[in-house]
């Protein structure tokens, strides 16, 4: 059964670059119609998309972050990146990895990883 | 603020059927399908629903969905316990070049 996990520093200091690693395991990031997503969710309150890559590198980011966030794939290690650039404290969050179904018109997520606090604070 | 607008909380008793409402625009919920997750306190969301009201392998039935126009609803019957959770609308939106949006989420109280 597919299982990815979130893995990166859980503090980071305002204005430097968050960076995780979604390890996807029990299937491969390279299956056709799935992309691999990114969304968080700030302490009490609700889901914000951040981007999704496919296995050869086409990308999709949420308009409000595209300036700051940067979405890689790595196929031969099943993983794939986050880094998100500048950050303040309104980017603490719960981050978490999904594979992501995505055709014409249907998208959805589906399983999630367990999701990662990241902190940002001085 | 989101772009898909949920109510914030919604109620219920054991044995009830309780619906949760999501509302779009023609760009998202009116041009793609729609799905919903359960998040239960302290873990990941869930698919519940995706395809406006497919129901992934393992999902009750008593979980349905349904969408009309620019909005979709959640439905639980036979309310339990365990249904406490709070609910999440998503879909993609195709303005600025195409994205995600979700609802900002509805929290379940089983009384």
């Known amino acids: 059964q597919l299982q990815l996990q979130e893995s990166g520093p859980g503090l980071v200091k305002p204005s430097e670059t968050l960076s995780l690693t979604c390890t996807v395991s029990g299937g491969s990031i390279s299956s056709s119609s799935y992309y691999w997503g990114w969304i968080r969710q700030p302490p009490g309150k609700g889901l914000e998309w951040i981007g999704s890559?496919?296995?050869?590198?086409?990308?999709y980011y949420n308009p409000s972050l595209k300036s700051r966030v940067t979405i890689s794939v790595d196929t031969s290690k099943n993983q794939f990146s986050l880094k998100l650039s500048s950050v303040t404290a309104a980017d603490t969050a719960v981050y978490y990895c999904?594979?992501?179904?995505?055709?014409?018109?249907?998208?959805?997520?589906?399983?999630w990883g367990q999701g990662t606090l990241v902190t940002v604070s001085s | 603020q989101s772009v898909l607008t949920q109510p914030p909380s919604a109620s219920g008793t054991p044995g009830q059927r309780v619906t949760i409402s999501c509302s779009g625009s023609?760009?998202?919920?009116?041009?793609?399908?729609v799905n919903w997750y359960q998040q239960l306190p302290g873990t990941a969301p869930k698919l519940l629903i995706y395809s406006n009201n497919q129901r992934p392998s393992g999902v009750p039935d008593r979980f349905s969905g349904s969408k009309s126009g620019t909005s979709a609803s959640l439905a639980i019957s036979g309310l339990q316990s365990e249904d406490e959770a709070d609910y999440y609308c998503?879909?993609?939106?195709?303005?600025?070049?195409?994205?995600?949006?979700f609802g900002g989420g509805t929290k379940l109280t089983v009384l």
């Open positions: 890559i496919y296995y050869s590198g086409s990308t």
């Open positions: 999904a594979r992501h179904y995505f055709t014409i018109r249907d998208t959805w997520f589906d399983p």
């Open positions: 998503a879909a993609w939106d195709d303005s600025l070049n195409g994205h995600v949006v």
């Open positions: 023609s760009s998202n919920i009116g041009s793609n399908t």
